[in-house]
């Protein structure tokens, strides 16, 4: 079923049932890969916060979870080449194993800034999961982006924690511009 908020229709192209089928498996991935660590997740608000809060609860060892705020869409439709840098992460992450939880990477730009960002904190590691992926609006590789739920085509998507105008968040399913 098409839906229109503000200006646009947007159509199904992720139900939440296979959201959730991707998020548990990527769960189990975590758990195998992080067995002898405490790892940390951040996740990059807003767009993240449901799908981290779902990711999380796969997770069955202990784990920390913190929270930083960027932006690069604020508003439209196309990325912005400059990123803004709302809240910092204020947790210590000096030989931790990170992984920084995304909604989507789309030009990538987000994410580089970030990974650099944090690296200059001397982690043990550092692993990007993202539950979606545009790879053909991809500028430069992400050699940390170990993690994706789902490719999709250079098309703007809503839906389970992403906007349009600060709308649609909480929508169960991802939705595409038609
Ligand atoms: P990048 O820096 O990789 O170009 O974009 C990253 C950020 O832009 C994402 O974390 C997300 O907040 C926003 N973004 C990128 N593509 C989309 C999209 O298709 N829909 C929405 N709502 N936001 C997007
Ligand atoms: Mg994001
Ligand atoms: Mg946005």
Not at 137 to 144: N, Q
Request: glycine share 6%; aromatic share 8%; net charge negative.
């Amino acid at each position: 079923m098409k839906i229109k908020i503000a200006d646009l229709e947007f159509e199904p192209l992720i139900s939440e049932k296979s959201i959730i089928e991707r998020t548990t498996a990527i769960g189990q991935q975590l758990n195998a890969d992080y067995q002898n660590s405490i790892p940390v997740f951040v996740g990059v608000l807003n767009g993240s916060f449901l799908f981290i809060a779902d990711l999380i609860k796969q997770i069955d060892r202990p784990c920390e979870i913190a929270f930083t705020k960027l932006a690069s869409y604020y508003g439209g439709t196309t990325s912005k080449l400059k990123i803004r840098d709302d809240i910092d992460l204020i947790m210590d992450i000096k030989d931790r194993d990170v992984v920084i939880i995304e909604d989507i990477v789309d030009t990538g730009n987000t994410v580089h800034y970030l990974i650099d960002k944090l690296k200059q904190r001397n982690p043990s590691s550092i692993a990007v999961c993202s539950l979606l992926l545009k790879p053909a609006a991809l500028l430069s590789p992400i050699a940390e982006l170990k993690y994706v739920g789902f490719e999709i085509e250079n098309e703007f998507v809503v839906g389970y924690g992403l906007d349009y105008q600060e709308m649609g968040r909480n929508l169960r399913d991802i939705y595409k511009k038609v």
